[in-house]
């Protein structure tokens, strides 16, 4: 059975979404960064890099979003979560997963985690009113150049799908304006409506307030 790490409000949610769109059998372990679990020993020995996501399976363990959704889509060819048997399509997918993780993502960081480039106070000041103008100038490259259909890649619901959706949660908070990207919106929405996305929110959501109840 695989098992995914997650946190709430974190990437970790595409993994998570992928894995119910897939219909995988798979386990949930909460890292609890009010605790700061990721910085654990228990959690460092399944992911040193001290973050979330990591996916344990049968052949061992997987970090890194875009190799994770990957997999799950290799491992389940028939949820069709990935153009396979196309060499060029299923590039063309890995490159919009790598722009998220690798722009898009990295310029939304610069809002909370400015520590993990610098420790001088001015210069994280200076990347957070940053922000807005760097994440904002990602969704209009999504807006104008990525987005072809009703989903990412065109008529066809990819991995891509749960990737940009996770991260476009994060927008608003981002300070940039939704209503400048209708496009990004609308996938949004039609996200909120398939059942694995609300599924795996609710896991997450409850989950995290099983953990807070219990006081542990």
Same mark, same amino acid.
């Given at each position: 059975?695989?098992? $995914?790490?997650?946190?709430?409000?974190?990437?970790?949610?595409?993994?998570?979404?992928?894995?119910?769109?897939?219909? +995988?059998? %798979?386990?949930?372990?909460?890292?609890?960064?009010?605790?700061?679990?990721?910085?654990?020993?228990?959690?460092?020995?399944? /992911?040193?890099?001290?973050?979330?996501?990591?996916?344990?399976?049968?052949?061992?363990?997987?970090?890194?979003?875009?190799?994770?959704?990957? %997999?799950? +889509?290799?491992?389940?060819?028939?949820?069709?979560?990935?153009?396979?048997?196309?060499? *060029?399509?299923?590039?063309?997918?890995?490159?919009? !997963?790598?722009?998220?993780?690798?722009?898009?993502?990295?310029?939304?960081?610069?809002?909370?985690?400015?520590?993990?480039?610098?420790? @001088?106070?001015?210069?994280?000041?200076?990347?957070?009113?940053?922000?807005?103008?760097?994440?904002?100038?990602?969704?209009?490259?999504?807006?104008?150049?990525?987005?072809?259909?009703?989903?990412?890649?065109?008529?066809? *619901?990819?991995? +891509?799908?749960?990737?940009? %959706?996770?991260?476009?949660?994060?927008?608003?908070?981002?300070?940039? /304006?939704? !209503?400048? %990207?209708?496009?990004?919106?609308?996938?949004? /929405?039609?996200? $909120? @409506?398939?059942?694995?996305?609300?599924?795996?929110?609710?896991? @997450?959501?409850?989950?995290?307030?099983?953990? /807070?109840?219990?006081?542990?």
């Amino acid at each position: 059975m695989l098992e $995914l790490y997650y946190a709430p409000h974190t990437c970790s949610l595409v993994t998570h979404i992928a894995l119910e769109e897939a219909g +995988a059998d %798979f386990e949930l372990h909460l890292v609890d960064f009010a605790k700061d679990e990721q910085r654990g020993q228990r959690y460092l020995a399944i /992911n040193p890099k001290a973050r979330v996501p990591a996916l344990v399976t049968a052949e061992g363990i997987l970090t890194e979003t875009p190799a994770m959704v990957i %997999f799950v +889509a290799q491992t389940y060819p028939e949820a069709k979560l990935a153009p396979l048997e196309s060499p *060029y399509e299923l590039a063309r997918v890995q490159a919009v !997963n790598s722009y998220l993780c690798s722009s898009l993502q990295v310029a939304h960081a610069h809002r909370m985690r400015g520590h993990r480039w610098t420790d @001088e106070e001015t210069a994280i000041e200076a990347m957070q009113r940053f922000v807005p103008r760097s994440v904002a100038d990602c969704y209009e490259y999504i807006e104008d150049h990525i987005i072809t259909g009703p989903w990412v890649m065109g008529s066809s *619901y990819t991995v +891509a799908d749960p990737y940009l %959706f996770t991260i476009a949660q994060w927008r608003e908070d981002d300070g940039v /304006n939704p !209503n400048q %990207f209708p496009k990004v919106i609308g996938h949004r /929405n039609r996200m $909120l @409506e398939r059942p694995a996305v609300a599924k795996a929110i609710a896991d @997450e959501v409850g989950s995290t307030r099983a953990v /807070n109840s219990d006081g542990s």
